[in-house]
């Protein structure tokens, strides 16, 4: 069973539609924020992964160690989702 509403769901869902159009807030420019969210979100889950994780991996793989690297943390100051793109 689906809990999570896709995009297009709260777009069109009419509660939603109300509280935006209270913030008077485009559908266009919501949908680019949630779009934006959802890319954010992706990203932060990603940027999540533990350095063991990675070690493990190659280990598995015959390449051994990683010697402490570090994961690439997302730049969210990069991503669409600054407060001047709303």
């Known amino acids: 069973m ?3 509403l896709s995009i297009t769901d709260v777009i069109n869902d009419p509660l939603i539609a109300q509280l935006r159009h209270a913030d008077g807030m485009s559908a ?3 949908a680019r924020l949630m779009e934006c969210a959802s890319n954010a979100y992706t990203a ?3 940027g999540k992964l533990h350095d063991h994780r990675v070690d493990m991996f190659y280990r ?6 990683l010697d402490g690297a570090m994961p ?3 730049d969210f100051q990069k991503m669409c989702c ?4 709303w």
């Open 44 to 46: 932060n889950a990603l």
């Open 28 to 30: 266009e420019r919501f």
């Open 2 to 4: 689906q809990n999570d």
């Open 60 to 65: 598995g793989i015959g390449a051994g160690e």
């Open 72 to 74: 690439v943390k997302p």
């Open 82 to 85: 600054s407060a001047s793109s």
